[in-house]
């Protein structure tokens, strides 16, 4: 499905290399488990949905369930959570994603951040879902502050990809 292509997306027009989809998801998790500030956890985004959500946007043959659902589980492991809670919440994240990717392709670069937000959020309800009914935990409205965040990131993220997606274009 080509067609129109947003701004953001016009200058990756090369199919990603499968290396290059791995690494980043690789990268993904490893800044996911880097240790912040304790005032500044509360805004970190999920870099590993967040990245789910690109390469579904832009190569959705190369990620799909199974490949977020895995990618959940190790996040879980990583994270010591409830094992599952991060693999349904990214089978959620496919899900919306996949719903919103038709709308995603004609959309401006705003119309897309909403979109990110929308999919993140969902994602992170389902997490925060499994937190509460399994872990006893309290959600407050303050816990989808990070699908906001990366949402904004959204609006970065082709650029900071651009480099490694020409390198790797490059080297084929």
């Known amino acids: 499905m080509r067609g129109y292509q947003s701004d953001s997306m016009r200058d990756l027009e090369a ?10 998801l690789l990268l993904a998790m490893l800044l996911n488990l ?16 967040l990245l789910i959500v690109f390469w579904l946007f ?16 190790l996040t879980d492991v990583a994270y010591t959570s409830t094992l599952g809670q991060h693999s349904f919440a990214y089978a959620v994240l496919v899900l919306i ?11 401006g670069r705003l119309q897309q951040c909403v979109f990110v937000i929308i999919a993140l959020g969902a994602a992170l ?12 935990a309290v959600a407050s409205s303050g816990d989808l502050l990070p699908a906001l965040f990366g949402g904004l ?4 993220l082709p650029m900071l990809l651009r480099p490694a997606y020409h390198w790797t274009a490059a080297r084929r």
């Open 15 to 24: 199919p990603p290399s499968r290396v290059l989809i791995w690494s980043t």
């Open 97 to 107: 994603a996949d719903f919103l990717r038709n709308s995603y392709v004609i959309a």
């Open 125 to 136: 309800a389902a997490s925060l879902s499994v937190s509460v009914v399994f872990d006893n």
């Open 58 to 73: 832009r190569a959705r043959e190369a990620i799909g369930y199974t490949a977020a659902f895995a990618l959940g589980l």
């Open 34 to 49: 880097l240790p912040y500030p304790d005032g500044w956890f509360v805004y970190k985004p999920d870099f590993m949905a």
């Open 153 to 156: 990131l959204w609006l970065l």
